[in-house]
């Protein structure tokens, strides 16, 4: 079985991962640019695993997304999350490829990370399906304002889609009043 604090980055990853997901290739590109835009930036926040072995286990992630890929449109992600005193770093790129996106966080899912397989964006919502093995699931971020994403993400188990992890974060805005003296 995989270990807490990497269960936590994964989820972590595929959550901001999702949150930079478009899957309308024709008339999407100004929305997509525009959506990758919103979720670059700094972010931190809490979560907590709601089901399975390690229910109840409390995180915290600090995040770094850049929507100036080299590859063309997507977002690449830098950053770490934390259980007590371990912490678990965490990377993750993802890419237009043909009419989606697709994507790993981590080293994919042929290593210790999560692939991305699809997703779409409605609004300030996203969809997207991951996939590990035999685990197949979606996450959804929610972007609250402009400066709050809410993220869940669920496992499918037989017929059902379960909630596993839940977040919340903050962006992380610099408050030093700038201004000029005239």
């Known amino acids: ?15 901001l991962l999702a949150a930079s997901t478009v899957a309308t290739p024709v008339q999407a590109a100004e929305r997509d640019k525009a959506f990758f835009d919103q979720v670059s930036g700094n972010w931190q926040g809490p979560g907590e695993i709601v089901a399975g072995k390690y229910k109840g286990t409390k995180f915290t992630c600090n995040l770094s997304g850049d929507s100036e890929v ?18 678990q ?22 290593g210790k990370g999560l692939d991305i397989l699809s997703g779409n964006v409605s609004g300030d919502k996203v969809v997207v399906a991951i996939n590990r093995q035999k685990l197949n ?3 959804i971020a929610r972007l609250q304002d402009d400066n709050t994403m ?15 992890i839940g977040m919340s974060l903050n962006r992380k805005v610099d408050t030093m009043a700038v201004g000029s003296i005239k």
């Open 1 to 15: 079985m995989y270990s807490r604090t990497s269960l936590i980055a994964r989820g972590a990853a595929a959550a």
């Open 70 to 87: 080299s590859e063309g449109t997507g977002i690449k992600l830098d950053g770490h999350c934390r259980v007590g005193v371990f912490k």
């Open 89 to 110: 770093p965490m990377s993750a790129l993802i890419t237009r490829a043909g009419g989606t996106y697709k994507g790993k966080f981590l080293d994919g899912a042929a």
């Open 137 to 139: 699931g979606a996450m």
């Open 150 to 164: 809410n993220i869940t993400i669920s496992v499918k188990v037989e017929d059902k889609m379960v909630p596993v």
